[in-house]
T-cell receptor
């Protein structure tokens, strides 16, 4: 399977704290993307990082990519209750196919 | 305005009774995807179309078929649904090209098999 793995599986933090989740994958990639999914809904794209990039920022999000370790991390700073969702990484190894990681369920307690 | 639309949002079918799920897009994207997502699991890619070219994943059961009659529409046909096919089915689109772009997802269709 080309599916990646994320850890932790579940994360619970207080509002205002930072949340970090990690994604590991198995094959070489062209890019890696992070998505958010609210319960029972479709996925929303958060950020894309290409294989030649090491770090990317978007608002309160910071993504890093280490291709030598085949891993990525997503940091959400100053979390809010509205950030409560599942977060998935998705890798693209070419051919416009995406494979999702196992996901991290984030709960932000007000 | 909705960009990727899935109908119906909820579908109940009987064991073995064929069912079709539909997806439409207003983004004019080249690529359309179908994913299956079971409870608390990651979306699993079933297949995708790049324009009219169909790309099936190796582990997608033959029970699942797809049609893309034009750029805007894509259908998922489940020929003989089993209890194990109960899931959320997600449609997504992407610009496509030599490098991949972000995907835009519809709200999903939740399929129940009785």
């Amino acid at each position: 399977s080309q599916q990646g793995e994320e850890d932790p599986q579940a994360l619970s933090i207080q509002e205002g704290e930072n949340a970090t989740m990690n994604c590991s994958y198995k094959t070489s990639i062209n890019n890696l993307q992070w998505y958010r999914q609210n319960s029972g809904r479709g996925l929303v794209h958060l950020i894309l990082i290409r294989s030649n990039e090491r770090e990317k920022h978007s608002g309160r999000l910071r993504v890093t990519l280490d291709t030598s370790k085949k891993s990525s991390s997503l940091l959400i700073t100053a979390s809010r209750a509205a950030d409560t969702a599942s977060y998935f990484c998705a890798t693209d190894a070419g051919g416009n196919q995406f494979y999702f990681g196992t996901g991290t369920s984030l709960t932000v307690i007000p | 305005d909705a960009m990727v639309i899935q109908n119906p949002r909820y579908q109940v079918t009987q064991f073995g009774k064929p069912v079709t799920l539909s997806c439409s897009q207003t983004l004019n994207h080249n690529v359309m995807y179908w994913y299956q997502q079971k409870s608390s699991q990651a979306p699993k890619l079933l297949f995708h179309y790049y324009d009219k070219d169909f790309n099936n994943e190796a582990d997608t059961p033959d029970n699942f078929q797809s049609r893309r009659p034009n750029t805007s529409f894509c259908f998922l046909d489940i020929r003989s649904p089993g209890l194990g096919d109960a899931a959320m089915y997600l449609c997504a689109t992407s610009r496509g090209g030599s490098i991949a772009y972000e995907q835009y997802f519809g709200p999903g269709t939740r399929l129940t098999v009785t």
